[in-house]
């Protein structure tokens, strides 16, 4: 998924992964030695592999939070309003993150550990994670008894067509498309072609693809296999919709709910009250718990303002989180560094990674020689220094990030852990040798107010080593669509990607995969690369998750060190902080941010 | 009013029997004002520095867009927080260095200084030209042209400004530019100034219109038109000499709120942007967490030297409008 | 009297006619497609084609025109989010809610700011402009009129950071100012306004001290009030009765003019205090290309300009009774 989809608003935010083991036994925030092997530790966590929990683990209830107690109000202020409640437009890190709390999909991650790092996929609404006797060609999946809706009513397999189904309708827009492109085995967006208007003028999806033989079964078909699937169901996007209550359009502002809230009320852009859903059966649950009576969530508050009222903790802040909010730049220094408020702060890895672009549908880029003077010229340090330094985000090597399967922290081709402020002597030789010295390179930035920082000082340092860059400002709420136009005129432009789950399946075909390139993909760079396309295509079969993880991680590194379409930036750090008063905080590396399931009032 | 005729009868300048003009006894006056003088100097200093500003740069030895936060990394945290205290001011960096890339702040106060006085010279110009052109003319001609006018005034008037600012600034500097290419500097200061040129005029104006309203029925116009002198001739030589006055006494006010005005715009970010060095963007960067928090002292230099241009432009204005006309004087 | 103000209203309705024209063509001048922001990922051109229609922008302007301005006056049942009643303009873009919800909804954050606002820098201002006058030429007269000198040049873009970075992250004597409800909490909506609303005073406040000052002056040396003085009247007596009417005039003018302007959304002051008032919501239609929304807050504010200097204008008549509403 893109970091922040189409909103990426100016804040200085700060963004990083991880979890505090909250029993205390990390050493003191402010020795940078001990904070990098913590952070190691945090990131090998996240790359052991996710394995798949059988019907026991499925079952609900929940594993209590230790000293959970129910009760009270928590008030989550949030930098980013709500834009879709509609569980299949959801596909950003914060509307994802906070519908953990109201929708239920046949799976979920299940955290195994109370420090947010270790998971399974479980049945969520299934009786377990799927099973396959064909290699994940086909799927099946049981549905729970006593699942209920937040209007009382039943979930059926009816429903669970439904949610597939409206997926290929056209007013479906902006939610994840994996599991649609599998159904239709087709990439890019031909997949809506399978049922064009959804199931709203009475067509359904052939059996082939889809069975629902009775009220409580499941089966998915795919023409190749994707043993994925139960990660990919995982996601909010894919939710249960209920096929009687889907009022189309109007259902994203109004949704029928599933998960231990329902939405009392709404109003976008202000503030979203969360109450306790009486039809939601804890038994049937294993992921969620419903501690707290009533969520007050408050929108349009930045970084800034959350974290100085969650410092101050005073009044009603001591009954605050945010779920989104990262502690802001400016504050850091201070968070890290007072012992007072290591109880209450988590952090660690964002699956985002930032890259720089560039577009190889551009004559001017096609020269190797050019690329790879981009690459040794770019600065990363203004990346780093306009989101809050060295704890909000990590120089990179390569484009696999610490969360994810196959990063290697010794892989770093352009030598930016050495020099992060470039290299342009080496860049400018390059040139020499191409003979561009004094080219023009257009930049397009994000117009926020990272972007305006970042872009300023990379562009001084591109220049310094021969180039001339022509810096052009992209206004934020459009900026993606903008770079994901096939024609656009810029040659090199940022964009942060996170995996979707800690795989990186999720991260190398959709920017890699140069058959995929179309308007509005993800293949920001318009990488048509032979080689990339058919390693691709040979590691999406193999079925063994470490032989997997170690072949993308080569592919990745050639990716980066021998095609050169994009220029690592950044891997994204969060810090976040709670009220003193809550409890059960914890940073899930899947879900990339404070898990609101397990929160509770003390 | 115009005190065209303001000639004290006993002063002592008068038993040397030499007649002086209003000016001269205007500059009289105004010598004699020694705030008005001291302002007069802070404000001449202002204007002198920022046209001087390359110069003095390339004296002190550093340019405005150096990112010393990449070419001196020794000096700041991970985050650009410089170091040192205060914004790091030493001897080699005078007013210290700006949190986030690292910017030499006392030559982009110098530059942000010229950019701003530019741009708001520029504005303050033309919207004199254009009230003096509106005004006089509706106040002279009366009748239809008056009525047109002044309505044209009262709408203008209505707009809610910083608003229309904000939605247009996009539209003019889309109308110069191709969304293809970057958008130069020149762009955005041109942009800025026809947009508040445009809805800078309407007070001047309207002092205009009084004045000529109230000047018109006097008997040297009189005298003129039946003598028959054309419109544009009595205009000229009768009319304009007199609302000297007036326009001096308001473009000394006009000036400093297309300044601060300017400033307000570059703040909200949709007027100079980085890396231009604009005062009101460095306004902008001051209020950011991170200067808060670890900086203030940032803070001080722009806000500072506005507040000194500022009080010594309106005690200017005050000096200059005591001088022509006594009466006021406290 | 009422036919002023049957004329000026009228009036007032030409220019609001007129600026929703210019705000029309302003915003068909901009760069930026907002169906490219409803889009969203995957957008084909069949989907933006469908959101153009959704929204109406496919159809010509003077249609669209003539559509916004049947729903002000009649209201709409045309649109897919649910009926609108007059005056209706329409769904905002990017958030799908009624604007004049959203108009509704902001207004109380930019009511409490301004009439606290006003509240505190009349107080402050005319009282130190009065002092300032009676004492006249005096130490505390001069200290005064050069304190209101200096900070009436200070500005917001300053002097609301600065009092953040003093009083709120520094020392932390203060939390941070945000618009919390008055019919929830009186006490919190005192606290968290109350930052703003002494910046805004103290800037605002030094004008009227200024003017009332000046104004006042003027006034002891007017005929009426000399000859008041000739015939034994006391000084406060003078003061207070006599002169104050007279400097009224220039003084509620100038309020008359910030009142409107504060009314329409103090942008900077919200903007740096970060306060949800209608100023945000005009920088968030900007920059969101949303033509209802912008279309809403550029009439709101306007219409509270207008109104401001109609009871302004008809003011005058009270205070002034020489002044004919002709």
Redo the contacts between chains.
């Keep these: 998924m893109?970091k922040g989809?189409?909103h990426a608003y100016a804040a200085?935010s700060v963004l990083a992964a991880g979890a505090l083991v909250l029993t205390g036994c990390s050493k003191g925030g402010s020795d940078t030695g001990d904070n990098k092997k913590q952070d190691k530790e945090n990131a090998q966590r996240q790359q052991a592999t996710i394995k798949f929990g059988d019907a026991a683990d499925s079952q609900g209830p929940a594993p209590a939070v230790p000293g959970a107690k129910s009760g009270g109000t928590i008030a989550v202020p949030q930098r980013d309003?709500l834009?879709h409640l509609d569980p299949a437009?959801i596909?950003v890190s914060n509307e994802s993150q906070i519908a953990q709390l109201y929708h239920r999909g046949l799976t979920g991650f299940k955290a195994t550990s109370n420090d947010g790092g270790e998971h399974e996929v479980v049945g969520d609404l299934a009786t377990d994670a799927g099973t396959t006797t064909d290699g994940g060609k086909t799927w099946k999946y049981t549905l729970k008894d006593g699942i209920k809706f937040a209007d009382g009513s039943a979930i059926t397999s009816k429903d669970v067509r439904q949610t597939f189904e409206r997926l290929f309708a056209?007013?479906i827009?902006?939610g994840p498309?994996f599991i649609q492109q599998w159904m239709a085995n087709t990439p890019g967006?031909d997949y809506r072609k399978l049922l064009p208007d959804g199931p709203y003028k009475g067509k359904h999806l052939p059996a082939g693809v889809l069975e629902t033989p009775d009220a409580k079964t499941v089966v998915f078909h795919f023409k190749t296999a994707h043993a994925d699937l139960p990660y990919a169901l995982g996601m909010v996007g894919y939710a249960v919709v209920s096929q009687k209550g889907d009022t189309k359009?109007?259902y994203?502002?109004n949704p029928v709910t599933s998960g231990p809230y329902k939405i009392q009320s709404f109003?976008?852009?202000?503030s979203m009250v969360l109450v306790k859903n009486p039809n939601w059966d804890p038994k049937t649950d294993p992921l969620r718990h419903q501690y707290v009576d009533r969520f007050n969530v408050t929108f349009?508050q930045?970084?800034?303002?959350s974290t100085?009222?969650l410092i101050?903790d005073?009044g009603g802040e001591q009954t605050a989180v945010s779920l989104q909010n990262s502690v802001?730049?400016?504050?850091?220094?201070?968070v890290l560094g007072d012992p007072k408020m290591k109880s209450r702060t988590v952090k660690g890895y964002q699956p985002f990674v930032g890259q720089m672009n560039i577009n190889l549908s551009h004559p001017a880029m096609k020269d190797k020689k050019v690329r790879e003077a981009i690459a040794y010229a770019l600065?990363v340090?203004?990346f780093?220094?306009?989101y809050?330094?060295?704890?909000?985000m990590e120089i990179p090597g390569g484009i696999i990030s610490p969360t994810v399967t196959g990063y290697d922290p010794n892989f770093d081709p352009w030598g930016k852990k050495k020099k992060p402020?470039?290299d342009p002597a080496k860049a400018k030789k390059l040139l020499k040798e191409a003979g561009k010295v004094g080219m023009k390179l257009?930049f397009g930035y994000i117009n926020s107010?990272e972007g305006?920082?970042y872009s300023?000082?990379m562009a001084?340092?591109l220049e310094k080593a021969g180039f001339d860059v022509?810096?052009?400002?992209i206004?934020s709420?459009?900026f993606?669509?903008q770079v994901?136009k096939i024609k656009n005129?810029y040659d090199i432009f940022n964009t942060n990607w996170g995996a979707d789950w800690p795989s990186p399946s999720t991260v190398i075909p959709p920017l890699y995969d140069g058959r995929t390139i179309a308007?509005?993909?993800?293949n920001y760079s318009q990488i048509n690369d032979p080689k990339v396309n058919s390693e691709i295509d040979r590691i999406n079969k193999i079925t063994d998750p470490v032989k997997a993880a170690a072949a993308w991680g080569k592919l990745g590194e050639y990716i980066v060190k021998d095609v050169v379409n994009v220029v690592p930036t950044g891997y994204f750090k969060q810090v976040q902080i709670a009220g003193s008063k809550i409890g059960g905080v914890a940073y899930d590396d899947v879900i990339a941010g404070i898990d609101p399931r397990r929160l509770y009032v003390k | 009013m115009v005190d065209g005729a303001a000639q004290p009868a006993a002063t002592p300048e008068a038993k040397a029997l030499e007649g002086r003009s209003p000016g001269q006894l205007m500059w009289i006056r105004f010598k004699r004002d020694r705030t008005g003088v001291i302002s007069a100097f802070v404000v001449i200093f202002f204007f002198l520095i920022a046209a001087a500003a390359p110069l003095i740069a390339k004296l002190y030895g550093k340019n405005p867009y150096t990112v010393y936060a990449d070419e001196r990394p020794e000096l700041f945290d991970s985050a650009g927080v410089p170091v040192q205290p205060n914004g790091g001011i030493s001897s080699e960096f005078w007013f210290g260095l700006e949190p986030g890339n690292g910017y030499d702040v006392f030559t982009k106060l110098l530059y942000g200084i010229r950019t701003s006085l530019m741009i708001s010279v520029a504005v303050t110009i033309a919207a004199v030209l254009t009230g003096i052109l509106l005004g006089v003319t509706a106040g002279y001609l009366g009748g239809r042209t008056d009525y047109f006018i002044s309505r044209v005034i009262d709408f203008l008037l209505a707009f809610p400004a910083q608003l229309f600012f904000i939605a247009s600034m996009p539209v003019v500097v889309s109308l110069f530019v191709s969304p293809t290419d970057e958008t130069p500097v020149y762009v955005r200061v041109v942009a800025l100034i026809l947009v508040q040129w445009f809805l800078g005029w309407m007070s001047l104006g309207r002092v205009l219109r009084g004045t000529t309203l109230a000047l018109r029925e006097r008997e040297f116009i009189e005298a003129a038109r039946v003598s028959g002198a054309p419109p544009g001739r009595i205009i000229r030589r009768e009319l304009l000499p007199n609302v000297v006055t007036p326009i001096l006494v308001q473009g000394t006010y006009l000036l400093p709120n297309f300044v601060t005005a300017e400033a307000g715009l570059s703040f909200l970010g949709v007027g100079i942007v980085e890396p231009t060095p604009d005062w009101g963007q460095m306004f902008s960067k001051a209020s950011t967490e991170l200067v808060m928090q670890n900086d203030i002292t940032y803070m001080f230099f722009p806000g500072i030297s506005m507040i000194i241009f500022i009080v010594a432009f309106n005690l200017l204005g005050d000096s200059v409008r005591d001088a022509f006309d006594p009466k006021t004087a406290r | 009297m009422l036919r002023f103000l049957a004329r000026r209203s009228l009036g007032a309705l030409v220019i609001l006619f007129l600026l929703s024209v210019v705000t029309f063509l302003l915003f068909f001048g901009m760069p930026r497609d907002p169906a490219l922001l409803m889009c969203g990922k995957g957008c084909t051109p069949a989907n933006l084609e469908n959101i153009h229609h959704v929204l109406g922008l496919d159809k010509s302007i003077p249609e669209q025109y003539a559509i916004f301005l049947h729903n002000i006056v009649l209201g709409s049942n045309d649109f897919t989010q649910g009926p609108c009643p007059a005056p209706c303009f329409g769904y905002s873009y990017h958030t799908n809610e009624q604007v004049w919800g959203t108009l509704m909804d902001r207004l109380p954050t930019t009511l409490s700011l301004t009439l606290g606002g006003a509240v505190c820098f009349l107080i402050i201002g005319l009282s130190t402009g009065l002092i300032a006058a009676w004492k006249r030429g005096t130490l505390i007269d001069k200290s005064f009129t050069a304190g209101a000198m200096v900070i009436s040049s200070m500005q917001i873009y300053f002097l609301g950071p600065l009092a953040l970075a003093v009083l709120v992250y520094q020392t932390h004597i203060f939390d941070k100012p945000a618009y919390n409800d008055f019919t929830a909490d009186p006490v919190t909506w005192f606290t968290g306004l109350i930052i703003p609303w002494v910046v805004l005073s103290t800037i605002f406040a030094s004008q009227y001290t200024r003017m009332a000052r000046s104004s006042m002056i003027e006034q002891l040396q007017e005929e009426h009030v000399r000859t008041a003085r000739a015939k034994g009247m006391s000084r406060r007596y003078v003061f207070f009765r006599y002169a104050w009417r007279g400097s009224l005039i220039p003084i509620v003018t100038i309020f008359g003019i910030d009142l409107g302007s504060l009314l329409g959304g103090a942008i900077i002051t919200e903007y740096t205090f970060g306060l949800p008032g209608l100023g945000r919501l005009a920088v968030e239609s900007v920059f969101f290309s949303d033509l209802p929304l912008l279309l809403g807050v550029m009439l709101f504010s306007a219409t509270m300009i207008l109104l401001c200097n109609i009871v302004v204008d008809a003011a005058y008549a009270f205070i002034d009774p020489r002044v004919r509403l002709a």
């Design positions: 893109s989809g189409r200085l309003s834009a437009q596909y056209s007013f827009n902006t498309t967006a359009e109007k994203d502002k109003k976008s852009g202000k349009n930045q970084y800034e303002d100085k009222a101050a005073s802001d730049a400016g504050n850091l220094a201070k600065p340090s203004p780093q220094r306009a809050g330094g060295g704890e909000a402020a470039g257009t107010q305006q920082s300023t000082a001084a340092g022509q810096r052009q400002e206004p709420e459009s993606y669509d994901s005129n308007d509005g993909a993800s």
